[in-house]
């Protein structure tokens, strides 16, 4: 398998008002939730955090990584992730959607050997962070970092990329891809998540 995975789980959660990694969920964690659900189909998990030892009382089997920049956004934590983490590349994912298929993570990593970053072909209004990026960016990642540019056009547009259709994941996941990319960004947000889990639970 050696497939890596990264569970970015910083940010400052503004619209929150809490950290969403420890939002309760089912009867654990966002970020446990999230870790139960794709730890049988990945070797080794990351967990992208503001500071060490901010989730090391969960005693899950996964390393932490802190942001090298505290303002550099998600893309930030990326680059200080791929920095850290073993093998040539690691599948990103946010701890605000709870709803990606794990098959789909899979589809994608198995896709991306041969590319600097594989990802979804989203529209322009979707700026879901979930993909896999490989060590090979690291340089324009830091250049465009340190000179403050933006790291997400610089993987899109100056990178070899794998752009997968959203039709041809909707083949490998019965879950739509508008769901599996739901973000819990707010208070709103954050019912509708766990009302969504309860409801599934209780009708399956």
Do not use: W
């Not at 950290?19 to 990945?42: H, N, Q, R």
């Not at 934590?77 to 605000?96: E, K, N, P, Q, Y």
Request: with cysteine; proline share 3%; glycine share 6%.
């Amino acid at each position: 398998m050696n497939r890596t995975l990264v569970i970015l789980c910083g940010g400052d959660s503004s619209r929150m008002g809490t950290k969403k990694a420890l939002l309760p969920f089912e009867d654990k964690t966002m970020v446990e939730y999230i870790y139960d659900k794709f730890s049988p189909f990945f070797d080794k998990i990351y967990l992208s955090v503001n500071e060490r030892g901010d989730l090391a009382h969960l005693g899950l089997n996964a390393q932490e990584i802190p942001d090298i920049s505290r303002n550099a956004g998600p893309y930030g934590a990326i680059l200080s992730c791929l920095t850290m983490v073993s093998g040539d590349r690691a599948f990103f994912m946010t701890v605000d959607t709870p709803f990606l298929d794990p098959r789909t993570a899979v589809y994608l990593y198995d896709r991306s050997e041969n590319y600097d970053y594989t990802s979804i072909m989203f529209d322009d209004n979707n700026d879901a962070i979930c993909g896999v990026c490989n060590k090979q960016c690291i340089g324009g990642m830091f250049k465009n970092n340190f000179f403050k540019k933006d790291i997400r056009s610089f993987l899109l547009e100056e990178c070899n990329n794998n752009l997968i259709d959203c039709s041809e994941i909707e083949t490998v996941s019965p879950i739509s891809v508008e769901q599996q990319f739901y973000k819990v960004n707010d208070r709103q947000s954050y019912y509708y998540a766990v009302f969504s889990v309860l409801k599934h639970n209780f009708t399956s």
